[in-house]
T-cell receptor, first 112, second 111 residues
């Protein structure tokens, strides 16, 4: 029940295309859902996050869509660029604990 | 504002040896985490500190792993003795608001 399942494991997108990464969870106590971006040799960095009181959040080219009833959320990267090539992790946090449970990660390659 | 600092960046040891990692958090961040990230997986929480007290160490293999946070600032994570399966990147992170800020990690290879 503490797991966060992420798919796909890897993704190849052409420059300018849309990248979509999906995550699913079981624990209804989760109330904070961030996405982290990690480049090789670096630690993960927060990209965008959402709480379950909204169904969508957009920041620039990055959008989180959240479906509370289905217990699923996804990251959409519009107009994908080669610089977006990285590993993306979804995560979930049970209320006010500050803990994060991470998904397995998605390696995104954006081809020029 | 300086980020989370970790050292060393890389470490190669033989199995059954000991190793220690050091983390210097962002100034003023009271909550500190150590994660283990095995190649191809997401980070897995090992231990969470609030100031110099342990909040959660339920996932820490206490027979070989230990961690401390001196005076609520710097933290060290130790493995003694190391096993082959401990090969991973060890990440330190600190919390401000809802956001965890990660250091660059220490890549450990156990031969």
């Amino acid at each position: 029940q503490q797991q966060v399942k992420q798919s796909p494991q890897s993704l190849i997108v052409q420059k300018g295309g849309i990248s979509i990464i999906n995550c699913a969870y079981e624990n209804t106590a989760f109330d904070y859902f961030p996405w982290y971006q990690q480049f090789p040799g670096k630690g993960p960095a927060l990209l965008i996050a959402i709480r379950p009181d909204v169904s969508e959040k957009k920041e620039g080219r990055f959008t989180i869509s959240f479906n509370k009833s289905a217990k699923q959320f996804s990251l959409h990267i519009m107009d994908s660029q080669p610089g977006d090539s990285a590993t993306y992790f979804c995560a979930a946090s049970p209320g006010n604990t500050g803990k994060l449970i991470f998904g397995q990660g998605t390696t995104l390659q954006v081809k020029p | 504002e300086a980020g989370v600092a970790q050292s060393p960046r890389y470490k190669i040891i033989e199995k059954r040896q000991s190793v220690a990692f050091w983390c210097n958090p962002i100034s003023g961040h009271a909550t500190l985490y150590w994660y283990q990230q095995i190649l191809g997986q997401g980070p897995k929480l090992l231990i969470q500190f609030q100031n110099n007290g342990v909040v959660d160490d339920s996932q820490l293999p206490k027979d070989r792993f230990s961690a401390e946070r001196l005076k609520g600032v710097d933290s060290t994570l130790k493995i003694q003795p190391a096993k082959l399966e401990d090969s991973a990147v060890y990440l330190c992170a600190t919390l401000m608001g809802d956001t965890q800020y990660f250091g660059p990690g220490t890549r450990l290879t156990v031969l």
